[in-house]
């Protein structure tokens, strides 16, 4: 493992004081009622995330001859922005290698900072192979995105933000991907605050770091599948993972379902958009993944560079998981006025019909019967819960 100290992560402090924005924490929050949650908002940013930091750090430290040859970085996007910002204000000619998949704005973002970008077919780790194809052929300086110990020390002053405005502070959430934020958070906190807990999130359809942490050594996965596309990493890095296990008390994952809930959740109550793994923090909060029950925590939104083409969608999977959208389907005869019944039932129990489909000629209903598939706006699951037994005790069958 490269061997990183605290007067590195000091250093980049300093390098980066009147570069990065230093966005004060927001809370208390109302993200998980038995907690004392707050914010640490790197969605606000300069380029939407925090990844500026690291990869700023790390050019800053080049030598003349290394930047005289350009660099070259891979990403899923956020490290892009940061390292096309960095180099274009020292100077330096960069190229970008993105999955071909990253979010649209991700790239046309990183190109407006002066990088020249190459799209390649897969994810993550394929973009990042070509990265050192091109490294090779060309003799580019390597920016890597997580496992770079100057990239890491740059993460960290994340931590010395958190531990000198709130010294008090329990335990820290952190999204985790290949590990570059985490490691750097995790090592800063614990060197200066060694009671301090770290949690790491990742997403369930990405779990490399968890999985490589259970079983002792780094696990590369097949494939990965997650709406948290800024961590879906098949495999952690060296430093990064032994450091996590060095440094980090424990990581979980969230579902998809859970993160869309939280970036609703930060929408609503924060006026925040986050995107999907700038919010797995949040999620882990908010569906008590760690163990954080009286305790004073600060939640690390990563980032806020979410393609509003999905933004729709995520926002509809969150209202779901968090009971704002509900669909029942009702079993009933097919004769006048038993639609009409039906309504009167869900708004007088207060919900909000969106749309209602009605389905005859059912290979599993009765003759005479039919389906009634039903979209309602509704509070909480309490409420949901309400209606459905409203419509039973009004004598109708609800299958889910």
């Known amino acids: 493992m490269a061997q990183i100290d605290i007067a590195e992560v000091y250093k980049a402090a300093e390098v980066l004081q009147n570069v990065a924005r230093h966005p004060k924490l927001i809370g208390v929050t109302k993200i998980n009622p038995e907690a004392q949650v707050y914010l640490k908002p790197e969605n606000l940013q300069y380029t939407g995330s925090f990844k500026l930091r690291g990869a700023y ?10 930047k ?59 973009a990042y192979r070509k990265a050192l194809e091109l490294q ?27 531990i000198e405005e709130m010294p008090d502070v329990d335990a820290v959430i952190v999204p985790v991907g290949g590990g570059g934020l985490i490691s750097g958070v995790a090592f800063t906190i614990k060197t200066i605050k060694p009671n301090v807990k770290v949690y790491g999130v990742q997403a369930e359809g990405a779990p490399s770091m968890t999985r490589s942490m259970k079983e ?27 450091m996590c296990r060095k440094y980090v008390d424990e990581i979980v994952t969230v579902s998809d379902d859970e993160v869309a809930a939280a970036i609703l959740t930060l929408i609503e109550q924060q006026k925040l958009v986050a995107e999907g793994a700038g919010a797995v923090s949040v999620a882990a909060a908010m569906f008590n993944k760690v163990p954080i029950k009286g305790k004073k925590v600060v939640c690390i939104v990563s980032g806020g560079n979410i393609d509003v083409t999905s933004l729709n969608r995520v926002i509809t999977r969150g209202l779901v998981k968090n009971g704002r959208d509900c669909t029942v389907t009702i079993v009933l005869s097919d004769k006048p006025g038993q639609l009409s019944k039906v309504c009167s039932v869900i708004g007088n129990l207060g919900a909000n019909i969106l749309a209602v489909e009605h389905k005859r000629n059912s290979s599993n209903t009765e003759i005479n019967g039919c389906k009634l598939h039903i979209e309602m706006e509704t509070r909480n699951q309490e409420h949901i819960d309400i209606i459905k037994q409203g419509l039973r005790d009004a004598g109708f069958h609800v299958e889910n």
């Open 216 to 242: 002792g050594n780094r696990i590369k996965l097949d494939s990965v599948s997650t709406i948290a596309d800024g961590i879906a990493v098949k495999e952690p890095g060296v430093n990064t993972f032994d």
């Open 68 to 126: 005289s040859r350009g660099v070259i970085a891979c990403s899923a996007g956020n490290h892009a922005q940061g390292v096309a910002l960095g180099a274009t204000h020292n100077g330096i000619k960069s190229i970008i290698c993105l999955p071909a998949g990253a979010p649209i704005s991700k790239v046309e973002a990183t190109k407006a900072l002066g990088a020249e970008v190459c799209l390649v077919p897969g994810v993550y780790d394929d």
């Open 136 to 162: 090779k052929e060309h003799g580019y300086t390597l920016v890597h995105p997580f496992d770079d110990p100057l990239v890491i020390a740059g993460q960290g002053t994340i931590g010395l933000e958190i």
């Open 57 to 66: 750090y790390k050019i800053s430290q080049l030598s003349e001859e290394e």
